[in-house]
């Protein structure tokens, strides 16, 4: 299990990278847990696993599910319900973001997101919008120390060009139950470049040397 959260830095945008959901689980109900026990708002987004599942997960994690809704300090919701039905825009979605944020600290002490990335699978966004989002997304919280987002990244569900491009935009990665400040991190460059760094070509092997690399990088074991 996850120590106390100190873990997550402030305003951390941090990737996830798993094969299995018991390890999601594990990073997700400790992630979400350790904001509801600070009095943070937290949100489970999830394409994986069910509402009800989820629920289950927290209520049997110790968390009164019932109570911290009708508080409004925890919302668990599918994918398909995050996502708008207009074509996707970072633009918008960081206006909507915002909102979200805004919102959750004016009631709580932080806001905490924790959300499956399968949500821009089916109907696909291409990478090339997703990598934007994820770095246009460093910007949206930067200077926000109470907000910390976990986004997750199944890497048998995502293709390698998604898995680089979520490599490239997060300042932080947990790989094999390791947090570490991630050395290919580039969104303000991306940015500075858009559009023209926003597509990727990485095959399986270029991010498996990726990963290979991170492992030899210091960090700290959380499972």
Same mark, same amino acid.
């Given at each position: 299990? +996850?120590?106390?959260?100190?873990?997550?830095?402030?305003?951390?945008?941090?990737?996830?990278?798993?094969?299995?959901?018991?390890?999601?689980?594990?990073?997700?109900?400790?992630?979400?847990?350790?904001?509801?026990?600070? &009095?943070?708002?937290?949100?489970?987004?999830?394409?994986?696993?069910?509402?009800?599942?989820?629920?289950?997960?927290?209520?049997?994690?110790?968390?009164?599910?019932?109570?911290?809704?009708?508080?409004?300090?925890?919302?668990?919701?599918?994918?398909?319900?995050?996502?708008?039905?207009?074509?996707?825009?970072?633009?918008?979605?960081?206006?909507?973001?915002?909102?979200? /944020?805004?919102?959750?600290?004016? &009631?709580?002490?932080?806001?905490?997101?924790?959300?499956?990335?399968?949500?821009?699978?089916?109907?696909?966004?291409?990478?090339?919008?997703?990598?934007?989002?994820?770095?246009?997304?460093?910007?949206?919280?930067?200077?926000?120390?109470?907000?910390?987002?976990?986004?997750?990244?199944?890497?048998?569900?995502?293709?390698?060009?998604?898995?680089?491009?979520?490599?490239?935009?997060?300042?932080?990665? /947990?790989?094999?139950?390791?947090?570490?400040?991630?050395? +290919?991190?580039?969104?303000?460059?991306?940015?500075?470049?858009?559009?023209?760094?926003?597509?990727?070509?990485?095959?399986?092997?270029?991010?498996? &040397?990726?990963?290979?690399?991170?492992?030899?990088?210091? &960090?700290?074991?959380?499972?």
């Amino acid at each position: 299990m +996850f120590e106390s959260d100190t873990t997550y830095a402030p305003s951390a945008h941090t990737c996830l990278l798993y094969e299995g959901l018991d390890e999601q689980r594990q990073a997700v109900l400790q992630f979400l847990k350790d904001g509801l026990d600070g &009095g943070e708002q937290v949100w489970c987004v999830s394409d994986e696993v069910s509402d009800d599942e989820w629920n289950f997960e927290l209520q049997a994690s110790g968390i009164d599910v019932d109570k911290e809704r009708r508080k409004g300090s925890l919302v668990v919701c599918q994918g398909e319900h995050w996502r708008r039905p207009t074509p996707f825009s970072s633009i918008q979605n960081a206006r909507e973001t915002w909102e979200l /944020i805004e919102n959750g600290l004016a &009631g709580f002490s932080g806001v905490r997101f924790a959300v499956d990335m399968g949500w821009t699978l089916e109907p696909p966004i291409p990478h090339d919008l997703v990598c934007h989002w994820e770095a246009t997304l460093n910007l949206v919280i930067a200077d926000e120390p109470n907000v910390r987002t976990l986004c997750l990244y199944n890497t048998r569900r995502q293709s390698a060009r998604r898995v680089h491009s979520a490599l490239r935009t997060h300042p932080f990665v /947990i790989v094999g139950g390791i947090y570490r400040p991630n050395p +290919f991190y580039e969104a303000a460059n991306i940015l500075d470049n858009e559009p023209h760094l926003n597509h990727s070509d990485a095959d399986g092997g270029a991010v498996e &040397g990726m990963l290979l690399q991170l492992a030899g990088e210091p &960090g700290r074991q959380l499972y």
